[in-house]
């Protein structure tokens, strides 16, 4: 089992930035790729950024070039880099780790942008 636990959302205006960390504890030995979805309100949950193992990051057309996945292996945590904030980041944004045989997620960070 993996735990995973979120923090730095918050409220900000348009144009700033914010970054987001995930804890992980248990079972990390695991885990191969961590990253970042967001849900806004009554959307579906949208999937944002991946970071590999071996740093590989991919990033959705949407927040490319603006967001930034990293991931501190010694300290079990992954990092989401926010800059250049839209309303339209506005979601609950949530860390999830997979470790080939399923995801197991955290509870979310609310992210709200406003104009």
């Known amino acids: 089992q993996v735990q995973l636990v979120e923090s730095g959302g918050g409220l900000l205006q348009a144009g700033g930035s914010l970054r987001l960390s995930c804890a992980a504890s248990g079972s990390i030995f695991s885990i191969d790729a961590m990253g970042w979805y967001r849900q806004a309100p009554g959307m579906q949950r949208e999937w944002v950024a991946t970071?590999?193992?071996?740093?590989?990051?991919d990033y959705a057309d949407s927040v490319r070039g603006r967001f930034t996945i990293s991931r501190d292996n010694a300290k079990n945590m992954v990092y989401l880099q926010m800059n250049a904030l839209k309303p339209d980041d506005t979601a609950v944004y949530y860390c999830y780790a997979d470790d080939a045989y399923r995801l197991y997620w955290g509870r979310g960070t609310q992210v709200t942008v406003s104009s």
């Open positions: 970071i590999t193992s071996n740093d590989r990051a």
